[in-house]
């Protein structure tokens, strides 16, 4: 992991993590590292491990089972095509064409 000084490194550590979730380089049932692994290798405090844990568990991504770590809850897959078609389905709702839709994305993608 690397950080930037631009945002703090609890949110950097927790969007690390929510990226790998979502690309599923971790899998739901998958067992992330202890937060003291994550502090030792990163140099940074448990406490900011934790807050970005914390995180992730408030916003559904992982579940923390005492004494026994920290899961992956999310189901990548399934919840963000779910996600992806509501956003579609209100966009095509409130008017916008398929073609609209397709070059908004088609210069989103020119954008990377």
Do not use: C, H, W
């Amino acid at each position: 992991m690397q950080f930037n000084g631009n945002e703090p490194i609890f949110l950097q550590i927790a969007a690390y993590y929510r990226r790998m979730i979502e690309i599923s380089a971790l899998k739901e049932g998958d067992m992330l590292p202890s937060v003291r692994e994550v502090a030792v290798t990163n140099r940074v405090n448990p406490n900011t491990v934790q807050r970005a844990f914390s995180l992730l568990g408030e916003e559904g991504y992982i579940s923390s089972l005492p004494k026994k770590g920290n899961f992956v809850s999310y189901k990548a897959e399934g919840k963000q095509r779910g996600e992806l078609k509501k956003s579609l389905q209100s966009l095509l709702d409130s008017g916008y064409s398929k073609e609209d839709i397709r070059l908004a994305l088609q210069e989103l993608e020119e954008k990377r």
